[in-house]
């Protein structure tokens, strides 16, 4: 990722007051990130959640049922099972959104800020100030990038793994009717 550069010739000619603005804007949108990814996670597990039982009862029903092949419907057996093995893979899928979650914080470590540049070594206070004011600043910009590009990613694979649980429950429904109506005379075969 390409490092941000505030382009002026001459840094301290900038307001400060104008800096320490732009500087207090690019925390809120920091935060707003930080907010956005949180939700994002909280969708994740708010799936998982639901998912965990409904491929344990489907296992259960499975293994309870045992849907003998000598019924003709060897291919629902087998259609369930493809359907819990790709409930099991979008399980994990969600957990690639949850853990590990990739993210540059709010803030900086004090390690990463005491540097003569910005502990301002030979400048005025005022000048001092200002330094680390635009260095927060390009730094702020350089997480908003990241972060930026790591909720893109992470909602794109939500929406994928939620259109391949409507997929797979559409699915579920189809097995499941086939074998309430299997007796019934509805159905050919």
């Known amino acids: 990722m390409e490092k941000f550069k505030i382009s002026v010739e001459d840094w301290t000619k900038i307001n400060s007051e104008n ?5 207090e804007e690019a925390k809120d949108y920091t935060k707003y990130l930080s907010d956005s990814s949180d939700k994002i996670t909280n969708r994740a597990f ?10 344990s009862a489907l296992i259960i029903f499975v293994v309870n049922e045992e849907i003998k092949p000598v019924d003709g419907y ?5 259609l369930l099972f493809v ?3 790709g409930l099991i893979a979008i399980m994990f899928g969600i957990s690639k959104i949850v853990f590990p979650r990739m993210f540059m914080p709010l803030g900086r470590e004090p390690r990463d800020m005491c540097s003569e540049d910005l502990l301002g070594v030979g400048l005025t206070d005022d000048l001092a100030k200002l330094s680390i004011i635009l260095s927060e600043i390009e730094a702020s910009q350089v997480k908003i990038d990241y972060n ?3 909720i893109a990613h992470r909602t794109t694979l939500l929406k994928n793994l939620m259109l391949s649980i409507g997929i ?5 429904v189809l097995t499941l009717l086939v074998l309430l109506f299997k007796d019934s005379g509805y159905l050919c075969g």
Request: glycine letters at 0%.
């Open 19 to 23: 800096a320490k603005f732009i500087l």
């Open 46 to 55: 708010a799936i998982l959640a639901i998912l965990i039982p409904i491929t």
């Open 74 to 78: 060897k291919t629902i057996t087998y």
């Open 83 to 85: 359907v819990i093995m």
């Open 148 to 150: 930026e590009q790591q």
């Open 168 to 172: 797979l429950f559409a699915l579920i």
